[in-house]
């Protein structure tokens, strides 16, 4: 009996140490959380706003554009999936640019995600891909952080892209008959963004105004 007592002692001790450790590490953890989640959120923020002041200039918009969001629902039309978000660039509470998040699924190496920057009148001011998998060195340029050529990188040409009425037909490279340059060998990648892009475009000048008129915070399309 005594040693069975004794047993029974040990393990409701070792069950109550873990029931402590357990509690106190929760709490250590929930703590942390909370203490570094301002500091988190805000490090996102930067990040987001230094990937928008790449496609957009910002002292053409004065509206607090990180809040002025909505949600796409899946749109395989322009390579979401899942889904993505669109931010709406005003300038004293009048409409300016949308800025889209799209993707090419098509790449050399598969997705390509991206974004564009389209202003009301449906010119270009910037596009930048965010992620891919495309080949170092060779494809990889569509980049601008991998694009050798810093002088003039290749994804800068959709800056000075000034079709207002979008014909998806004619965005895509040189080579296709289309109007944008590509680098030599690595014909696939240049050739799946840029028809994104003309993708994306057509899709939001279509529905501009929708998009603007969209509640911030709501998902664009969703039925009520």
């Known amino acids: 009996m005594s040693a069975r007592y004794s047993a029974t002692r040990t393990s409701l001790r070792t069950a109550l140490i873990m029931l402590v450790f357990t509690v106190v590490f929760t709490a250590l953890m929930a703590s942390t959380y909370t203490y570094t989640r301002p500091a988190i959120e805000a490090s996102a923020q930067g990040a987001q706003m230094r990937l928008i002041d790449e496609v957009l200039p910002p002292g053409s918009y004065d509206n607090a554009l990180l809040e002025d969001v ?21 300038k004293a509470g009048e409409p300016v640019a949308l800025i889209v998040e799209t993707a090419a699924t098509d790449g050399y190496a598969g997705r390509i995600a991206m974004v564009v920057a389209i202003n009301t009148n449906g010119l270009l001011s ?80 279509e529905r501009q105004d929708a998009l603007f008129s969209a509640p911030a915070g709501s998902t664009f399309g969703a039925q009520p």
């Open 126 to 205: 910037g596009v930048r891909v965010t992620a891919h998998k495309e080949t170092l060195g060779l494809g990889d340029y569509i980049d601008p952080k991998k694009d050798r050529r810093k002088d003039m990188p290749w994804i800068g040409q959709f800056a000075v892209a000034t079709w207002k009425d979008v014909n998806t037909a004619g965005w895509t490279v040189r080579k296709d008959g289309g109007t944008f340059g590509y680098r030599t060998g690595a014909t696939i990648s240049a050739r799946a963004v840029v028809q994104a892009v003309g993708r994306a475009t057509a899709w939001a000048v």
């Open 70 to 90: 909505v949600r796409t629902g899946p749109t395989p039309a322009i390579g979401l999936d899942d889904g993505g978000r669109i931010w709406r660039a005003r």
